[in-house]
């Protein structure tokens, strides 16, 4: 492997995490987003559901490329990844019961998560194998991250705990709103103020540089 | 440079492809298959998944069954057929798996000594944002609540799901009167035993737990009644006392 090639999967790879973060940067992927993020453990399960989902289906359309006709190449990224979607959706179900529950429809709907059809779309279906691995975890794992800040924000300050774990003792008394879906709007409103201003300071920055 | 580029974006614009005609039947084809192999992945999933989603489910159950019931060690499980209740044991086969519902189940609960404690009595009904599925323990002496779990809710969060999480309105289950009717009253008003004390802002998930509670009570009140309690006894080989997870799913 010549140093040009890791440096290219490293950089599919990291691309997602901060330069393009689907959430963040992108704007997608609002529904789970949104709806599910009123606490950190949730956050996690549907990063990391839309995670397998994500890299599964993109090794599947990457290696499939040259066999699926374009006419009906859309079709056939829906029945890959809702195939993958099931399959997250009966695993939760037999090995992480409650967690299911809580996420309830919002598994199912990984399915229509934009996220993962633009991947295949933009990505998978121009690549191979091994690149399309590195940019769907990449992108998989910033969406991930993404729903963690929100669903940490959310949980904090909503619950006053952490993971489940009680932070503030009993005298905190929990902004409710924070998980109610209103909470949802605060915290992706703020995290994508920062996150710009955080990127305009940056970019100003360097065209004071050059 | 600028005229370089240019003639290399118009040599790129000239060499789109004509995408070629591809014949229905390869699309046909080619999508039967996708959709046969995402088939199989998927039944193959369900298959192996589905004992151990079915056993959580029981599991769950039990648990639920050993919370509401005080002390209950072992339980058996009872019908409901025609207004009558009859016996895990005496229920026929095949009746069983047409009445799968199980709304149509109460389960009898024995302590150590093998003496009746109760009923545990599943109930579902819509509460603010959908069906809250509880289960509660009964005791039919006395005609009191003795234990209230939620199995399955969707209330608001921070508010209405307080009705499993708050645990001032989890004591008004200690021993709930229900006779003649359980009242809603506000917190801190609770004057006689067959008061709840709702939750203040989430008056409809507190009285839709109080509205599934005397429905069910009308309900399950006569066929308990009628039932001779004495010839139930608890189980003695079969699986469901409370070490015993693994046959639970074998006896269902």
């Known amino acids: ?210 | 440079m600028n005229e370089n580029e240019e003639i290399e974006e118009k040599k790129e614009a000239t060499v789109i492809p004509v995408e070629p005609e591809v014949s229905s039947f390869k699309l046909i084809f080619s999508l039967g298959l996708a959709g046969l192999i995402s088939g199989i992945i998927i039944v193959g999933s369900y298959l192996y998944t589905l004992p151990i989603i079915e056993k959580n489910k029981a599991e769950a159950q039990r648990t639920a069954i050993f919370k509401v019931l005080e002390g209950c060690t072992s339980f058996v499980t009872l019908h409901l057929i025609d207004g009558k209740l009859v016996e895990d044991d005496n229920f026929p086969k095949v009746k069983k798996e047409a009445i799968t519902k199980e709304e149509h189940e109460v389960f009898a609960g024995f302590d150590a000594d093998g003496k009746l404690i109760g009923f545990a009595i599943p109930a579902a009904e819509p509460g603010f944002q959908d069906i809250i599925g509880t289960i509660f323990g009964y005791d039919v002496v006395n005609q009191t609540i003795i234990g209230f779990e939620v199995l399955e809710s969707k209330e608001t969060p921070g508010l209405g799901d307080k009705i499993f999480k708050d645990a001032d309105f989890a004591l008004n289950f200690k021993s709930l009167a229900t006779i003649p009717e359980i009242l809603p009253v506000k917190k801190g008003a609770k004057k006689s035993p067959n008061q709840i004390e709702t939750i203040t802002g989430a008056t409809i998930s507190s009285k839709a737990v109080i509205r599934i509670l005397n429905n069910a009570i009308k309900l399950w009140q006569e066929p308990i009644n009628k039932f001779d309690k004495s010839l139930l006894k608890p189980p003695t080989t079969k699986g469901n006392t409370e070490n015993s997870a693994d046959k639970i799913s074998e006896n269902e």
């Open chain 1, 1 to 210: 492997m010549s140093e040009k090639e890791t440096d290219k999967k490293a950089q599919e790879f990291l691309k997602g995490l901060w330069k393009e973060n689907p959430v963040f940067v992108a704007v997608l992927g609002m529904c789970p987003a949104l709806a599910v993020t009123n606490s950190a453990i949730n956050s996690l399960a549907m990063g990391l559901a839309t995670t397998f989902v994500l890299v599964c289906s993109s090794i599947l359309v990457s290696s499939l490329r040259k066999v699926i006709p374009k006419q009906v190449r859309i079709t056939a990224y829906v029945i890959i990844i809702a195939t993958f979607v099931t399959v997250v959706d009966f695993a939760l179900a037999a090995f992480t019961p409650s967690i299911q529950k809580e996420l309830g429809a919002f598994v199912a709907l990984i399915v229509v998560n934009c996220l993962i059809l633009g991947r295949q779309e933009a990505f998978a279906s121009k690549n191979g194998v091994v690149l399309s691995i590195f940019d769907a975890a990449g992108m998989s794992l910033g969406f991930t991250f993404a729903l963690l800040c929100i669903g940490v924000i959310r949980e904090v300050i909503g619950s006053g705990s952490l993971f489940d774990f009680p932070l503030f003792g009993a005298g905190y008394e929990p902004w409710v709103v924070m998980i109610l879906p209103p909470g949802g709007f605060f915290a992706l409103g703020f995290l994508l103020f920062g996150f710009n201003w955080y990127a305009g300071r940056k970019r100003k920055k360097e065209l004071v540089k050059a």
